[in-house]
């Protein structure tokens, strides 16, 4: 793998505005340098304790920003540093980010992570437990967490129509509730979608941060 020139490729297709989290889950240490030396400084992590003897292990000045399923005991492990929490899946992982990060003394950026694929496995709010939960306003309570947008998995399929709807469908969903419940929260812009084989779809929709993993670092073992 030429993680470099990768990269390159990668950064050459992105508009301005659309920044690129090279998900770097499963790979060591030593690949993340790699591409670290290329220039790249946003990186991608699924698992808290890699992510934190990842953070460990390499240079202070990467953003390290999680995008797996999260348990609320995984938490503490991740709030000191991380930068973006792209996968909040429920209520209760939010309070519980928010009171990791008092403790640590600092705010969190997060994101409400939305299922729109067909597959039922993936985690998230519907895009109607979404608007409820916004309409709740129970999030307004939340002193050091920070809402900045929405996080989407797109069906795994062939059917790039399909996928390009379901882009389509979390940039309108992303819409509609800033004008609704974040219309002066300049800090409310991200929308987190498109992985190696669908990121092309995801930036025509909108998107403004890609995740990008095998199609940077390889085919990933696990
Ligand atoms: C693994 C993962 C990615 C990257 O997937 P690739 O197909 O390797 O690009 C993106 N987003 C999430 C949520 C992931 O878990």
């Not at 934190?52 to 991740?78: C, M, R, S």
């Not at 709010?125 to 929405?150: I, K, M, N």
Request: one cysteine or more; a negative charge.
């Amino acid at each position: 793998m030429d993680i470099a020139k990768n990269l390159q490729q990668v950064w050459a297709e992105l508009p301005q505005g659309v920044r690129l989290v090279a998900v770097s889950k499963f790979h060591p240490a030593e690949a993340i340098r790699e591409a670290y030396q290329a220039g790249q400084r946003i990186f991608g992590e699924s698992k808290a304790q890699e992510l934190q003897a990842k953070h460990e292990a390499l240079p202070g000045d990467i953003e390290w920003h999680f995008i797996g399923h999260l348990q609320t005991n995984k938490v503490k492990y991740i709030a000191p540093y991380v930068t973006l929490i792209h996968s909040i899946d429920s209520p209760h992982l939010l309070a519980e980010v928010d009171r990791q990060a008092a403790k640590a003394g600092r705010t969190v950026d997060c994101l409400l992570q939305v299922h729109i694929a067909r597959e039922e496995t993936k985690f998230g709010f519907t895009p109607d437990e979404c608007r409820q939960y916004l309409a709740s306003g129970q999030w307004r309570q939340l002193e050091h967490v920070r809402l900045c947008g929405l996080m989407g998995m797109a069906t795994n399929t062939d059917d790039m129509q399909q996928v390009q709807a379901e882009f389509q469908g979390l940039a309108a969903l992303f819409h509609e509730v800033k004008a609704e419940w974040f219309p002066q929260a300049p800090w409310f812009k991200e929308l987190s979608m498109g992985m190696s084989h669908d990121y092309h779809e995801a930036i025509a929709a909108g998107s403004t941060l890609v995740r990008v993993g095998s199609h940077i670092f390889g085919e990933r073992n696990y």
